[in-house]
């Protein structure tokens, strides 16, 4: 009897692994399906997912990473010359591309747009803006969620019930008060994706 069982599930978790496989490529591939070819181009040299090789060393303090922020929502945040905090599907666009520095341990960190020179900060209403000058509304702490994105929330502010405010675009890639934000929602989950301008940094 119990050899029976060991034959029969272990048919149905792996039928479940590749459903769930499937699944994710799925995903991506709709991300990219409405996209030219040279945007194509341009996401695969421009930037790749770090989802496989996740550096745990920077939340030790330090570390400073150049990245695009690609939303489950299908847009790029980015932080334009005048602060304003907005999506964008041009994976080309000089305002997605975010310094993204630890400054204390825990994974809190600062998120500064490379072009425009503005820090995302939010403020205790959960309202985004763009700070030229660093300041303790600018720290996020980050978590990795089980579906391989990430979640940004303030390390200042939450809600009045206590719960965390998210960094978040909407479906139409604006910026979500953080009141009305929650983690389980896919326009707080974001994907850190590795840019050329990294290279040039390190070069």
């Known amino acids: 009897m119990h050899k029976w069982m060991l034959k029969w599930n272990l048919p149905t978790l792996l039928s479940r692994l590749y459903l769930h496989i499937i699944f994710l490529v799925g995903s991506m591939c709709l991300a990219c399906s409405d996209r030219t070819p040279e945007q194509l181009a341009a996401i695969m040299n421009c930037s790749k997912h770090e989802r496989h090789t996740r550096n745990y060393d920077y939340m030790e303090g330090g570390d400073v990473r150049i990245r695009q922020l690609f939303s489950a929502t299908q847009w790029f945040l980015t932080i334009d010359d005048y602060g304003n905090i907005s999506g964008t599907q041009d994976p080309t666009n000089c305002y997605s591309i975010l310094e993204i520095r630890t400054v204390s341990e825990g994974g809190v960190l600062a998120i500064k747009g490379v072009k425009s020179q503005y820090y995302i900060s939010m403020n205790k ?11 303790e509304n600018c720290n996020f702490k980050e978590e990795f969620l089980e ?5 940004y929330s303030s390390a200042k502010w939450t809600k009045q019930n206590g719960k965390e405010m998210f960094i978040a675009l909407s479906q139409k890639g604006r910026p979500l008060k953080g009141r009305k934000t929650r983690k389980e929602s896919i326009s707080s989950h974001f ?8 290279e040039k940094r390190t070069d």
């Open 191 to 198: 994907i850190p994706m590795y840019c050329r301008e990294e």
């Open 147 to 151: 579906n391989f994105f990430n979640a």
């Open 125 to 135: 209403t959960g309202v985004l803006q763009g700070k030229k000058t660093y300041n």
